[in-house]
Each structure stands twice: as C-alpha cells, then as structure tokens.
C-alpha cells in the first residue's frame, strides 16, 4: 500500500538523490495525520457550539475536578499562551456564560475561574464527541499497535516538551 507521502519522497530522491529524506516518511505522515485531527476535532467541538481554544479552556477547568476553578495563571499555564490572551479568553467566556469568575478566598485581589453548568454541559458533550472521532482515526490499529505507538511518539515528543 502507498499512499501521498512515499509519492512525495519518491519525487524528492528523484529530484534531490544526494538528500536523505528519510525523515519525511514518518513526519509527514504526523503533519498529515494532524490535520486530519484538527479537522476531525474542529467539528466534534463545533457541535457543541465551541472553538477549539474554547475547548482548551473549558477542559482545564473540567479535569481539574470539582468544584472545577483555576487561577488564570494555572490556565495560562495548562494552555501555553500568555496572560493577555487568557484574558481575552475568560472574558468572552464568562459572555458566553460558560465561566464566571469567583474571588479566590486565599487572596482578596485573586480571582478564580468557575466552570458554569453549561459549560461543563458542553465540554463533556464535546469530550464523548472528540473520543469518538479519534477511536475512528485509529479503527485501523489493534490496542497494542496503538500503544506501541503513542510509546514512540511519547519518546519523540517529550524532548521537545521539556
């Protein structure tokens, strides 16, 4: 079986031989398979009404567990973007009545952002949604071909992670 990406590293070897190209057959493959997964992710959330950032915030606030509240700082950290941008983030959030924000009870200046009703509604529609679309990505590996492979995309990612 071939498929677009050993077509791309035939037509390299052919126009530049003196290039190992070797790496193209797997990172290709992971650049393509990413956009198939941003595509696949994007219309999970959309059916619950929600941005792909959206999600990202709401998740944070969801796995955190109950009484589902972070800082904006743990946010901006859980999220890795910068405290601006959070900003901007929870305020069209908490619009959305999705968040609120809660003074922090440690530090009267200190705020916290609280998960609404509805935004844990649709976060948790989203997440059964989202593991749905990926459990069909991946119908085509057995459990252990899936395991074998997010061991060795664990041992390539984390080096660029830390």
């Known amino acids: 079986m071939t498929d677009e990406v050993d077509r791309i590293i035939d037509a390299w070897r052919r126009e530049r031989p003196d290039l190992d190209v070797s790496p ?85 200046r200190g705020v916290l952002v609280r998960l609404t009703d509805d935004g844990r509604s649709r976060v948790d529609g989203a997440m059964s949604d989202l593991l749905a679309v990926e459990r069909r990505l991946l119908a085509g590996l057995s459990a252990d071909e899936q395991q074998q492979l997010a061991d060795l995309l664990r041992s390539v990612v984390s080096p660029l992670d830390a």
């Open 24 to 108: 193209l057959a797997v990172l290709s493959r992971v650049s393509r398979l990413a956009r198939h997964l941003d595509l696949a992710r994007r219309g999970a959330f959309a059916r619950h009404e929600l941005e792909l950032w959206e999600f990202d915030v709401l998740s944070a606030l969801r796995r955190a567990g109950e009484p589902y509240q972070l800082s904006p700082g743990t946010l901006v950290a859980q999220t890795l973007v910068t405290s601006g941008t959070m900003t901007n983030r929870i305020d069209r959030l908490a619009s959305r009545r999705l968040v609120e924000r809660r003074p922090a009870p440690a530090d009267r």
